[in-house]
């Protein structure tokens, strides 16, 4: 079953905590700090795959965990890391965030994306050890992750798109010149799904997708059409196919259906109505008035200068031409988009990743404050994170914490940003007043 749009929950592992423990020596009963750190939390990772073609899986299974890291133990051994886990999905699929931002883009086979990173383990009683704190009797909690939401959509990787209206022949089309066998029959929406079909020509290869039928008002849902059309996204060259027979039949005019086929792709998205693209009238063993054919051209040259060809994907007339004037076209396409989207990176996008690992690392040391009935609640990744992982039951703990806030100057920083001396704070679990 072909199923193109998924939500799935993912949850990295946690961080494993840290451990208390001590050894003596023999002899001098000296006392020495030995506990070890936690194990790092397994990260959920994304991987495509041309072994599938549909996200139908996440029909029954939408919640995915990492598993979590190991505590430490004593001798400063560390906690075990915990296993990734990895998700497979078609090659094509991209991840959107709630908000239904693209986060990575997934093209290519064996590309890859770390949605959830795993939180980092604990530090053991061994790691806080000073010249002012040689005994220290506590150790810091794993850090704990938070599940999120993902939003998948898969569109195809075809090099070709054949749009037309319900019972255009595109089925046909694709059937006559690919080694696709689709579902055909006569009558309107026959194909539910997309069909994929690869063409060749001399020596050149190119994949062809047969796009469900588009109808008036498509590019805002109708008939499915907004999730129809953004499998076209991705094809370098577009084939409009227009029926001959309805054009004879309604007497109506060829440019009509050529019209509004190009109005519903440019309220969908304006690229793709930029895309390259030819005219093909199918069905002409049905019209024996050669006059009607040329009148039908003459028709479409008022509205555009591509490329007009008439075939009969049932009969094969002018399906050679058809399949040659293509290949010439979308040869040049593909060659020009493959120079300006070089196979550079692997990890989801360059250019994507590298904006969210900016992005990342600015969130992380972002502060917002918020007043709340006479308090102040400090919102900042990094320093939840820090008091998440304290325990805060351990007096020498919240000490070695206070003194480290210290240290980051958190007061001063706070002060300037507008919390009033004596005021109370609340960041995470920790409140305390604001004093020199």
């Known amino acids: 079953m072909f199923i193109d749009e998924a939500k799935i929950n993912v949850k990295a592992g946690d961080g494993g905590s840290g451990s208390v423990a001590f050894f003596v020596l023999k002899g001098s009963h000296k006392k020495i700090a030995c506990g070890g750190k936690g194990g790092k939390g397994g990260d959920i990772i994304i991987k495509a795959t041309s072994s599938i073609n549909t996200l139908y899986n996440f029909k029954h299974k939408i919640h995915f965990k990492a598993q979590n890291g190991e505590s430490g133990s004593s001798n400063r051994r560390a906690g075990r890391t915990g296993a990734d886990m990895t998700i497979f999905v078609p090659?094509?699929?991209?991840?959107?965030?709630?908000?239904?931002?693209?986060?990575?883009?997934?093209?290519?086979?064996?590309?890859?994306?770390?949605?959830?990173?795993?939180?980092?383990?604990?530090?053991?009683?061994?790691?806080?050890?000073?010249?002012?704190?040689?005994?220290?009797?506590?150790a810091e909690k794993g850090e704990k992750v938070e599940e999120i939401w993902l939003n998948l959509e898969l569109r195809l990787l075809a090099d070709?798109?054949?749009?037309?209206?319900?019972?255009?022949?595109?089925?046909?089309?694709?059937?006559?010149?690919?080694?696709?066998?689709?579902?055909?029959?006569?009558?309107?929406?026959?194909?539910?799904?997309?069909?994929?079909?690869?063409?060749?020509?001399?020596?050149y290869d190119f994949v062809v997708a047969?796009?469900?039928?588009?109808?008036?008002?498509?590019?805002?849902?109708?008939g499915l059409?907004?999730?129809?059309?953004?499998?076209?996204?991705?094809?370098?060259?577009?084939?409009?196919?227009?029926?001959?027979?309805?054009?004879?039949?309604?007497?109506?005019?060829?440019?009509?259906?050529?019209?509004?086929?190009?109005?519903?792709?440019?309220?969908?998205d304006e690229e793709l109505f930029n895309k390259n693209y030819m005219v093909v009238v199918n069905k002409i063993d049905l019209i024996k008035d050669l006059n009607v054919l040329n009148k039908i051209k003459e028709d479409?040259?008022?509205?555009?200068?591509?490329?007009?060809?008439?075939?009969?994907?049932?009969?094969?007339?002018?399906?050679?031409?058809?399949?040659?004037?293509?290949?010439?076209?979308?040869?040049?396409?593909?060659?020009?988009?493959?120079?300006?989207?070089?196979?550079?990176?692997?990890?989801?996008?360059?250019?994507?990743?590298?904006?969210?690992?900016?992005?990342?690392?600015?969130?992380?040391?972002?502060?917002?404050?918020?007043?709340?009935?006479?308090?102040f609640i400090v919102k900042s990744k990094k320093l939840e994170r820090m008091i998440l992982m304290t325990d805060l039951q351990n007096e020498e703990a919240i000490t070695y914490l206070k003194n480290k806030l210290k240290k980051m100057g958190i007061g001063d920083k706070l002060k300037k940003m507008g919390i009033p001396e004596g005021s109370t704070v609340i960041i995470g679990d920790l409140v305390f007043e604001l004093v020199e």
């Open 210 to 222: 047969d796009i469900p039928g588009i109808i008036k008002g498509a590019h805002s849902g109708a």
């Open 225 to 268: 059409g907004d999730k129809f059309l953004r499998h076209i996204m991705r094809s370098v060259f577009l084939v409009f196919v227009l029926d001959g027979q309805k054009i004879v039949s309604n007497n109506q005019l060829a440019s009509q259906d050529f019209l509004e086929l190009r109005d519903e792709l440019k309220l969908y």
């Open 91 to 138: 090659v094509g699929t991209i991840i959107k965030n709630q908000n239904n931002e693209v986060l990575y883009d997934l093209k290519e086979e064996g590309d890859y994306a770390v949605v959830a990173k795993g939180g980092i383990g604990g530090r053991g009683n061994a790691s806080f050890v000073s010249s002012k704190l040689r005994f220290p009797s506590f």
């Open 300 to 375: 479409l040259k008022e509205f555009t200068d591509r490329e007009v060809v008439f075939i009969s994907a049932k009969t094969g007339e002018n399906i050679n031409d058809f399949i040659k004037i293509m290949a010439e076209s979308v040869k040049p396409e593909k060659q020009e988009y493959l120079m300006q989207n070089p196979k550079s990176f692997k990890e989801g996008s360059l250019p994507l990743k590298t904006y969210l690992l900016d992005m990342e690392e600015e969130l992380e040391n972002k502060i917002e404050i918020i007043p709340q009935n006479g308090e």
């Open 160 to 203: 070709v798109a054949l749009v037309g209206f319900p019972n255009s022949g595109k089925s046909t089309i694709i059937s006559k010149i690919s080694n696709a066998k689709p579902k055909i029959a006569d009558y309107p929406f026959t194909t539910l799904t997309p069909n994929l079909g690869v063409v060749s020509y001399k020596d």
